[in-house]
């Protein structure tokens, strides 16, 4: 599976920003997906996640309220709708896809995915 993320970029404090998952080679639609993303010199950490068929999602206390996650397996595509975005919000968004067939709790480590993208940058200036 190729994940290709996009939509990030410079946005101001308060502004919103949708990233886009895209994935080839295999449907996804039996995967848990993810968000992760890693500021400059942290780790990287959960942000949100959502079930195969969208009923199961999870967002880290920090977004919530103003992170969306959802998906279209139709277009074997993930999304994350970010409001309000604050500065503590810069990083690299990372997508992540965990293939292990059959109904899973939404993983919050990055050893519970096996694919990854390639990121992209979210900067919100204040």
């Known amino acids: 599976v190729q994940l290709v993320e996009s939509g990030g970029g410079l946005v101001q404090a308060g502004g919103s920003l949708r990233l886009s998952c895209a994935a080839s080679?295999?449907?996804?639609?039996?995967?848990?997906m993810a968000w992760f993303r890693q500021a400059p010199g942290k780790e990287r950490v959960f942000v949100s996640g959502?079930?195969?068929?969208?009923?199961?999602?999870n967002h880290t206390d920090s977004v919530k309220g103003r992170f969306t996650i959802s998906r279209d397996n139709a277009e074997n595509t993930v999304y994350l709708q970010m409001n309000n975005l604050e500065p503590e919000d810069t990083a690299v968004y990372y997508c992540?896809?965990?293939?292990?067939?059959?109904?899973?709790?939404?993983?919050?480590?990055?050893?519970?995915?096996?694919?990854w993208g390639q990121g992209t940058l979210v900067t919100v200036s204040s």
């Open positions: 080679g295999r449907p996804i639609s039996s995967y848990n």
């Open positions: 959502i079930g195969r068929n969208a009923r199961k999602i």
């Open positions: 992540a896809a965990d293939a292990v067939i059959g109904s899973r709790p939404i993983g919050v480590r990055q050893r519970d995915y096996e694919y």
